[in-house]
């Protein structure tokens, strides 16, 4: 690639570790079954309602419909509801608890820091583009010490979420270059390699995990590290 002046990044699965949530949410299903007096089936199934909900949005070709806050919500709803819990207030509390410990829970893969550092000392200007609740995401931030970014564009601040053309236009504009010169790396294949595509970003899939392919990066990664030669 040439004439790069800017990378920009999705922050969970990318930067930050994402192996971490079903833990979070039996934390926060335990602390609401402990509330309501309810057992272990409670939170076995809130882990697995919850998982299924990230699994089914996380390549669903209607994520830039799919809001943030309100169908987790629902999810607490609906698993409460299922164990005679109907409190108004119940699904909102253990949604924001999640939230509360996710954010806390936070982990950089092991290269995080040291490719943002490169790319730095190259003269790159970079980025986070992320999908989530403000609270959420600059909480994760937060945790790991993640600074420095010249934007953050975080879905819940702007009223648009990837894979929609105008999240990836807000971080043109903040870093001040156009879609030719960015890069934007991420692992979701829709949320970040269709949509960084569509907007007429350099598009990077990193594959850590071995998925098949169902998109069509520009280039695919296994490890950050090997964004560099490309930039």
Not at 23 to 33: G, K, L, N, Q, S
Not at 40 to 59: I, N
Not at 98 to 108: D, P
């Amino acid at each position: 690639m040439s004439g790069v002046r800017a990378v920009c990044f999705d922050l969970d699965g990318t930067l930050l570790r994402d192996d971490h949530v079903d833990d979070v949410v039996r934390e926060a299903a335990d602390e609401a079954a402990s509330r309501f007096g309810l057992g272990t089936r409670f939170v076995d199934d809130a882990v697995h309602a919850l998982h299924a909900y990230w699994f089914g949005v996380g390549e669903s070709p209607l994520l830039s419909t799919v809001p943030t806050d309100g169908l987790p919500v629902d999810v607490w709803r609906a698993v409460l509801a299922a164990h005679g819990i109907t409190e108004p207030d119940a699904a909102t509390a253990a949604y924001r608890r999640q939230i509360q410990l996710e954010a806390r829970a936070a982990r950089l893969h092991d290269e995080s820091l040291e490719v943002l550092v490169a790319a730095r000392q190259r003269g790159l200007r970079t980025a986070v583009i992320t999908n989530g609740p403000s609270e959420l995401q600059r909480g994760k931030l937060a945790t790991v010490g993640l600074d420095g970014f010249d934007a953050v564009i975080v879905s819940g601040e702007v009223g648009h979420r990837k894979p929609e053309p105008e999240i990836f236009a807000l971080a043109l504009a903040a870093l001040r270059v156009d879609a030719g010169e960015a890069v934007h790396v991420g692992d979701n294949q829709i949320a970040d390699v269709a949509g960084a595509r569509a907007a007429g970003l350099t598009a990077v899939w990193i594959n850590r995990n071995g998925a098949a392919a169902a998109s069509d990066p520009h280039h695919t990664v296994t490890d950050l590290r090997e964004l560099l030669p490309l930039l």
